[in-house]
């Protein structure tokens, strides 16, 4: 009765292992367990060199270790040199995934030194269970997306000092030429791109599709070299333009307070190639964090005079999309802009603000909102790219959206107030020239743009013209605040509400900070508010307005 499989191959293991001890290696091994050999590499369908090197680390794993060029030497009692004359034939176990290649702690970071090899647990649980052999080779990448998380994943293993260098650029490479019939890495590899450069645009290609606009430059270098030295100069020669991914124009630096912060972001020349190779990026709604949407936005009843009313009314009809699309395919009919543009001023705490949000929420439109101070860069030259940035996204990003979104500048005083002389400082150039960039971008605008500012006295006059509407909001009449507290405060009466009207000359916002003070003096106390302590707050809140400290002169 012909044995078992299994103790066949276990058996010829065996022996495999037995004759390899201090046998240095020497061609006469291979001649005395030729037999063995043939058997196994039949079965492992791998060549008898493979066979022989399955067997050393099947059985070395049995004993409990794991496997690097150091154990291997001590089992053959060979020189270093001896193994590393096998290394083909090992990387190929590896690649066929017969082994699990894991990193030691080996202080000495060079090719293969520290490597630890353990077979396969498919592999081993079939010899033992007498079944056939599982299907190893790796399976290919199924999609663009998984080729460069796969990448990445080789990036982590440099940046957790797994693999060096040298390694992290073999496994590219491999990976490159395993996967040129992506039409994408084809492109990439034509691009005549060194390994390193090559691993970083695909490094900054996969953080910007999983939603990183920008990343991180020192983390991405150390996932590239293994030296600091090099990754100092490597950064180095970014930061100043000369690196040939800044130079073709396919990374850009993001602006930092300091070296190690530095951030790099893909430039339009690489998003335009990613887009035609069909890569859907990031500018979806859920990814960007200044994106307001509608249902986010909770719904509040705004109380104006007659004439605000009027004003945000018609603004409201104007956004209605089904009256929007009619009235920009009249105005482009007419060769007229097709834009809207709205300038909310007045008072501060009189609602402006909201009112773009409840504008947004009942036209069902994304909100794009700009934080003015983000635009106003330390470092000279990047506030003009930022604020062109921000129309350029935006123009990306509505051609995603079912209705076009709004674009938002709220406190605007800052970029749209009176020119300043050139002549004054170079911070007044910038600041002209961001003005310029606005202006120009305005004059084409086919979106939606609202600003809101409380200094329309101190706004330039080439801003007059862009503004489509203009509507003013001033402090509210006794009527409105009567409202306004009944709204905030529904147990008082209309007496009483009208009191505090007349009694207290308050915005919605200072009414608002109010209610805040009477909740909380709710809660710690454990009892309603009465209207004299109502009373008590609103001469509090009116006298430290009045006795404001003055700076200056």
Request: hydrophobic share 40%; net charge neutral.
């Amino acid at each position: 009765m012909e044995k078992p499989k299994k103790l066949k191959v276990l058996k010829s293991i065996g022996r495999v292992y037995e004759a390899a001890k201090g046998s240095k290696l020497e061609a006469g091994l291979f001649e005395n367990i030729d037999t063995e050999l043939k058997e196994l590499a039949a079965y492992f369908n791998t060549t008898e060199k493979q066979a022989f090197f399955l067997s050393i680390v099947f059985t070395m794993n049995y004993k409990g270790d794991t496997v690097d060029i150091k154990d291997l030497v001590d089992l053959f009692d060979c020189n270093p040199i001896s193994v590393l004359e096998h290394s083909d034939d090992i990387d190929l176990l590896f690649k066929r995934n017969f082994f699990i290649k894991m990193k030691s702690n080996h202080p000495v970071k060079i090719a293969r030194s520290n490597d630890q090899l353990i077979i396969h647990k498919s592999l081993s649980e079939a010899i033992l269970k007498d079944q056939p052999l599982p299907y190893l080779e790796k399976e290919k990448p199924a999609t663009l997306v998984d080729v460069l998380e796969k990448i990445y994943n080789i990036g982590e293993q440099r940046y957790n000092e797994e693999i060096s260098t040298v390694e992290l650029f073999e496994e590219l490479n491999n990976v490159i030429e395993a996967n040129l019939d992506f039409p994408l890495i084809k492109r990439l590899k034509n691009m005549g791109l060194d390994l390193g450069d090559t691993f970083l645009l695909m490094y900054v290609i996969w953080k910007t599709i999983i939603g990183n606009e920008c990343t991180d430059l020192g983390v991405a270098v150390k996932g590239i070299y293994d030296i600091s030295s090099v990754r100092l100069y490597y950064t180095q020669s970014i930061m100043a333009g000369n690196n040939p991914l800044i130079k073709m124009n396919f990374l850009e630096i993001e602006e930092a307070r300091f070296f190690d912060d530095t951030r790099i972001k893909l430039c339009d020349t690489t998003l335009d190639i990613l887009k035609e190779e069909g890569i859907k990026l990031f500018a979806s709604k859920k990814k960007k964090n200044n994106i307001i949407e509608p249902q986010n936005i909770n719904s509040k009843v705004l109380y104006f005079n007659k004439e605000e009313q009027q004003q945000m009314e018609m603004l409201k009809q104007i956004l209605n999309d089904t009256r929007l699309k009619e009235i920009q395919l009249k105005m482009h009919s007419k060769s007229l802009p097709t834009g809207i543009t709205a300038l909310l001023h007045g008072f501060p705490g009189t609602g402006k603000t909201e009112s773009v949000l409840q504008i947004a929420k009942e036209a069902n439109r994304d909100i794009v909102k700009v934080d003015i101070s983000q635009t106003k860069s330390m470092w000279f030259g990047e506030s003009e790219k930022i604020i062109k940035r921000i129309f350029t996204d935006y123009n990306e990003y509505a051609k995603e959206c079912k209705t076009i979104p709004i674009l938002f500048f709220n406190e605007a005083d800052a970029i749209i107030s009176k020119r300043k002389d050139i002549t004054d400082s170079n911070v007044a150039q910038v600041e002209n020239t961001i003005q310029n960039i606005i202006l120009e971008e305005l004059e084409n605008f086919k979106g939606i743009f609202i600003a809101t500012t409380n200094m329309l006295d101190n706004i330039d006059a080439a801003f007059e013209r862009r503004f489509l509407f203009k509507l003013q909001f001033k402090k509210p009449s006794i009527a409105v605040k009567a409202k306004i507290w009944h709204s905030k405060l529904p147990f008082l009466s209309e007496k009483e509400c009208y009191e505090l009207a007349k009694r207290f000359d308050f915005s919605g916002g200072q009414i608002d900070n109010i209610v805040r003070k009477i909740d909380m003096q709710e809660i710690i106390k454990g009892v309603p508010i009465g209207f004299i302590e109502i009373i008590g707050f609103c001469e509090n809140e009116n006298f430290s307005l009045k006795h404001r400290t003055k700076i200056g002169f």
